[in-house]
């Protein structure tokens, strides 16, 4: 179990490479990368994370725990930004291990779930009409319950 927040870019497949490497027992392996998104209906310049980073290793490193009981993984890692970060920017990566498929797509979905929703940070867009704090959204919260 791994979570590292941090400012600095990160590339995802070396991530993904070094992750793997002690993978013995695994059966699957499931890796997903958020990345900063503007929309041409919605364009975004930047998008800054707000985090308290230390409350938010703890918090997330709680959730890798569940998930890892929960879901029987032999490992697992989040990798999150915080800061300023360009559109196209890996934002977060969740990497799971597990002897089964769906094991290692229902662990990483979990993951995903939290960060979405309980995650400690907070974000906030920059865009052509000026900057606006990103609010939670509906399906986000649906997704996570569906794990309660």
Known sequence: MSVRLQEAPFDPGAETNAFLEASAGAGAAVT????????????????????????????????IAEAVARFGLIKASVIHRYGR?????????????????????DGASFLMDYLKTDAPFWKKEATPEGDRWVEAKAEDDKARDRWR
């Open 85 to 105: 970060l360009a559109v196209g920017e890996p934002i977060v990566q969740v990497m799971t291990l597990a002897p089964h498929r769906q094991a290692a797509f």
């Open 32 to 63: 997903f990368t958020g990345l900063v998104r503007s929309r041409p209906d919605d364009p975004v310049s930047t998008l800054t994370l707000e985090s308290y980073p230390e409350l938010a290793e703890a918090q997330i490193g709680k959730a």
